[in-house]
């Protein structure tokens, strides 16, 4: 009895020692898991649109209910395991950003579907320091169910008080640095940044400023690490990725801090099929307005920290059902849309302006391949002929009419065309009346200077910004893309009140036509180019504008309408002007492609290389000249350095 006693003692102690280093073992292998959902660039784009398929047909994307719907089934299959975050530019894009200072909407609608954290893009400040203080302000005043927001970049100034109710803001609702989440077992770190190319592109954010991203995104690293102990670093960033390696942003900074676990990169609306990676860092990007949920997996252990389990980019379609509470919600939103921002118009979210019969060309087809567009034709005839319709019997003529073609930021597809659809393609800005929507301003130039504003569609586009190429109306220009850089333009032809097409006269002065944004870029123009290309708009006596207040165009001041003419109106205006079919105006095909308004004609010719040639150029062949006349003197001196050598020997 005592030896089975003994036996069976030494089994349960074996068994108890075999036990515990099972659990052991189990514990050191032990991972946690986290599904990551994300977005960015979302712009509003709280209803599906319309988008043009490689193969050319045209579906419906997007939508918020419909990427509620996923989320939440995302959050039901993983239940605790899901973090839902943003990578900036939440807003501005549709008409549901008219209402974006007085509802915050898009912050609101962010809480309803359950995110998290998000951060503030280069757009969300288009609004101007006080609308974007105001949208914050409101969100907390209307909803208790709100995404935290991090931004870790933003300077405020020390003495203007231009940005002091968004400095206040910040604080009250409020916008942090950074913030910490345990998700399933898991520290989280994040912070959110604006990039290089997007602080470029925040003339309206002015007096806030953003410090260098690399330098942030250090900064937070050390104190997410040293200070908060987290397990993961997450940087929401609005800075993007490029093909060309130099210039992706988002890769710049995985590999300056290499610390960082995972970047969501926005701003450049990339999709990524499968993340790019660098060392130890993810990065991860969804494209834009909602077509696509990001979905990264993520398995993180002490031994091998932060471990990519999975990824996918989930299309938002039509087979997506919809979140019936969103739903609702977005109609709430449209109707006070109509109420408060169309209705002073009359007009309404699903009118019909007019009706394609082709599909005009996509914005991404646009973008890899940035040329004249019959879109951009279009828009830039439609400045023209709504400046001459608002100024009536005061009009002054309009020689040249400009967008650049990454203010235009959508297309039509065959079918009719709405409201909606009409400012969607042309929906960015403010006005100075604080209105939604870019004003059209119109100021004089010198012939001169009005070349140097097509230098850059040559110069400044291919070498820094493709959203910088020029579509434009009453113009014809050629250029020569191997001349020097900021002379490649070879001829220019201007259309006369007549409609005939004469040489441009660099002395004259030409009124000029283009957005509020557009003018206001000049100075950026000015600085990328170092003063090489100078521009400086003039009222018709040729007096420098100090600002473009008295440059604005207005509509009909007996009108019920807002003021300001904006560039949505003008183009709208233009549509419903076109001549009728069945009592819908139709778009001329003269829009289906490009007419030939400006050319590239590549040539070494020697002679054509400096023809015509400014002071950058001729420059330049002094330079050279002088360059090879020094070397000849050298190797002169050399040889005869040698030859005196030789004889002496």
Known sequence: MKQIKKVTILVISLLAVFLAASCFAAEGKASNELMILFTHDLHSYFQPHSNLTSSGKTEQVGGYAKLAYLINEQRILHKN?????????????TLFHTSFADEASELRLMGKIGYDVVTLGNHDFDFHPAGLAKALQAAQAKSKQLPAIVASNVIFSKDDPRDSTLKQAFKDYPVAEYTVITRNGIRIGLFGIVGKDARDDTPFAKPVTFSDPVVAGQRM?????????VDMIICLSH?????VKSK?????????VPQIDVIISGHTHTVLPQPIVIGKTIIASAGSYGEYLGMLGINFSREKGVQLSSYEIKRISTATPDNTIIAAEVQKYKALVNKNFLAPYNLSFDQVVSQSDFDMESLNSAYQNPREMGLGNMITDAYRFAVKKAEGKNYEYVSMAIEPLGLIRGSFQKGKITVEDVFQVLSLGLGMDGVAGYPLVAFYISGKE????????TTVAPLMKVGAHLQVSGVKFSYNPHRMFFDRVTEVLIQDKNGEFLPLDQRKLYRVCANLYTAEMVDYVSRVTHGLLNVQPKDKNGQALPDYKKAVIYVDKKSSQPPELKEWLALAEYMSSFKSEKGIPRIPEKYMKAEGRYLSEPSWNPVGLIAGGNTITYGALFLGILFLFVLGLIILYIVKKIRLTNNTR
């Open 81 to 93: 395991k899901t973090l839902r975050i943003d990578a900036g530019d939440f807003s501005m894009g």
């Open 221 to 229: 690293v050390d104190i997410l690490k040293n200070k908060e102990k």
């Open 239 to 243: 800075t993007g990725t490029s093909p």
């Open 248 to 256: 992706s942003e988002d890769e710049v900074l995985a590999r300056k």
């Open 450 to 457: 009005l070349k140097d504003v097509l230098e850059v569609h």
